[in-house]
């Protein structure tokens, strides 16, 4: 069974750093590009930033551009988001997920497998 599990949040103050983790298992999901999704409270979930299958391709929200990082290790099945110079509007449960579609894929409709989600609180 697939099976996506997001880990690394937590509680940290603006300008801090955190990485988050989504282990993958129960499918080639190395073949896969990978995309990390936010949802604020009151909020719908919105698009951070994908990964082509190899990693050579990048796409991020201008939200979050310069700032965060993401990245994957295909020999162990993880996908990393490097998240530096948080703010506290970077509040959110954050999500890992993976799609059969294109790299630059950011709508949440256009993603197949979903993992449970991390919170990440920033205070100010």
């Known amino acids: 069974q697939a099976q996506l599990v997001e880990s690394g949040g937590g509680l940290v103050q603006a300008g801090d750093s955190l990485r988050l983790s989504c282990a993958a298992s129960?499918?080639?999901?190395?073949?896969?590009?990978m995309g990390w999704f936010r949802q604020a409270p009151g909020k719908e979930r919105e698009f951070v930033a994908a990964v082509s299958w190899n990693g050579a391709i990048t796409y991020y929200a201008d939200s979050v551009k310069g700032r965060f990082t993401i990245s994957r290790d295909n020999a162990n099945n993880i996908v990393y988001l490097q998240m530096n110079r948080l703010k506290p509007e970077d509040t959110a449960v954050y999500y890992c997920?993976?799609?059969?579609?294109?790299?630059?894929?950011?709508?949440?409709?256009?993603?197949?497998?979903w993992g449970q989600g991390t919170q990440v609180t920033v205070s100010s």
């Open positions: 129960g499918r080639t999901f190395s073949s896969y590009p």
């Open positions: 997920a993976a799609t059969h579609g294109p790299a630059t894929a950011a709508r949440v409709d256009e993603y197949d497998y």
